[in-house]
């Protein structure tokens, strides 16, 4: 069966400091590998998607930047957070007409 | 990518039949709707995928009438494990990806 791993759980970081979130997918290939941030009581907002090893397609301008190294690898990053970049971090993968999501990654930013 | 409007909150008592209805005008042809069920800190977990018609599995129904601009989620019997947020999404498969709105806060009282 498929399973959608991130980490970490939960980040308190300063403002101006550097990021990076990891997401890895099993048992599939080739996934349509996303990544979401859901600000508190909203829905869920897609920032990056990516179709293959090295195809990034950005949704929202913003501090953030994503990467894909390996197929079933999808990392989030930024140079130096903002306040406004805390929030709940989602990544998912697609099968068809339907989205997986990891268990997320809680982001505070002070 | 179509955007779907749903109604911010709902109450209901354990053992009523739950409905929630979502607008989602600009649908096109390649478009499924999907409804997805989250609980705080937890990424969103599948619960129902339709393109016109009636849909059922083992948790609940939805509803799609002909002109597809609409659906409704139908949740059989809550119990008071169903309070979540609850989204409506329209996933276009051409493009391989999805909006989600603010969701429905669906409050289930003993």
């Known amino acids: 069966s498929q399973t959608i791993h991130q980490w970490p759980a939960t980040l308190v970081q300063p403002v101006g400091s550097p990021l990076s979130l990891e997401c890895t997918v099993e048992?599939?290939?080739?996934?349509?590998l996303y990544w979401y941030r859901q600000a508190a009581g909203r829905g869920l907002q897609l920032l990056f998607y990516?179709?293959?090893?090295?195809?990034i397609s950005s949704e929202v301008p913003q501090n953030l930047s994503a990467s894909r190294p390996q197929d079933r690898q999808f990392i989030l990053s930024s140079k130096k957070l903002l306040l406004s970049d805390s929030g709940f971090y989602l990544c998912?993968?697609?099968?068809?007409?339907?989205?997986?999501f990891g268990p997320g990654t809680r982001l505070t930013v002070l | 990518l179509a955007k779907t409007t749903q109604p911010i909150s709902m109450d209901s008592y354990e053992g009523q039949e739950v409905n929630i209805t979502c607008s989602h005008n600009?649908?096109?042809?390649?478009?499924?709707i999907t409804w997805y069920q989250q609980f705080p800190s937890q990424g969103p977990r599948f619960i129902i995928q339709?393109?016109?018609t009636k849909v059922t599995n083992e948790v609940a129904s939805l509803f799609i009438p002909a002109d597809r601009k609409s659906s409704t989620l139908s949740l059989p019997r809550v119990s008071l494990s169903d309070t979540a947020v609850y989204y409506c999404?329209?996933?276009?498969?051409?493009?391989?990806?999805?909006?989600f709105g603010d969701g429905t806060t669906l409050t289930v009282k003993p």
């Open positions: 998912a993968w697609r099968a068809e007409n339907e989205q997986f």
């Open positions: 048992g599939t290939s080739n996934p349509n």
């Open positions: 990516s179709v293959g090893i090295g195809q």
């Open positions: 600009n649908i096109a042809t390649n478009d499924y």
């Open positions: 339709g393109y016109k």
């Open positions: 999404l329209v996933f276009n498969t051409n493009a391989g990806k999805s909006t």
